[in-house]
């Protein structure tokens, strides 16, 4: 190769290099992941923007009413509790003095501005009837028919850009992998 051609080709080709190394480096978010406590299987796991939210939905066991939890998590990966709705109260539902406040939407009660930390956290999911749901964006997961009466762990840990750029492009390279 002549000398010309060889620092044109490196002046081209090393700010690529660097770039792709650099998305590797950069931040990309959060992946979510919800796992089995037993066997540590992966049930589900879904990319996230610091500050989004995600909810799981459920019927109170007791008073058979919907209850809707919405949670964060911070770009650390610090899951929060920001928001708790319900038609009524039922055993276990209730204030907590000094989070957040109490309001009323329509026929709702609503702890709104919480932001309670709760961390990586395991839930129980009920059986159907019960229908945990997982509603994130236009999705929603009815746990209860993937996983009823196992104990889960949601975890949300930060991501590089590369890594979110790739789950990203995944379903586009091996479609198969998501049609199950």
């Known amino acids: 190769m002549?000398?010309?051609l060889r620092y044109a080709f490196l002046g081209i080709t090393g700010p690529v290099i660097l770039g792709i190394l650099a998305?590797?480096?950069?931040?990309?978010?959060?992946?979510l992941k919800i796992t089995r406590v037993k066997g540590e299987a992966t049930l589900f796991e879904v990319l996230l923007k610091p500050g989004e939210l995600f909810t799981i939905r459920y019927n109170h066991s007791v008073e058979d009413s919907p209850i809707w939890e919405s949670h964060s998590a911070d770009k650390k990966g610090n899951i929060f509790i920001e928001e708790e709705k319900y038609l009524k109260f039922g055993a276990g539902m209730g204030k907590m003095p000094g989070v957040g406040r109490m309001v009323?939407?329509?026929?709702?009660?609503?702890?709104?501005g919480m932001h309670l930390p709760v961390g990586d956290?395991?839930?129980r999911i009920g059986s159907p009837g019960v229908d945990h749901t997982l509603i994130f964006r236009d999705t929603e997961i009815n746990l209860s028919a993937c996983a009823p009466h196992e104990a889960v762990q949601f975890k949300a840990t930060p991501v590089s850009l590369a890594y979110s750029l790739y789950k990203k492009l995944l379903p586009l390279i091996r479609p198969e992998m998501h049609s199950r």
């Not at 998305?23 to 992946?31: M, N, R, Y």
């Not at 009323?104 to 709104?112: A, Y």
């Open 23 to 31: 998305l590797g480096f950069l931040p990309g978010g959060l992946e």
């Open 2 to 4: 002549r000398p010309g």
């Open 104 to 112: 009323t939407r329509g026929p709702f009660e609503v702890i709104e």
């Open 121 to 123: 956290f395991i839930l």
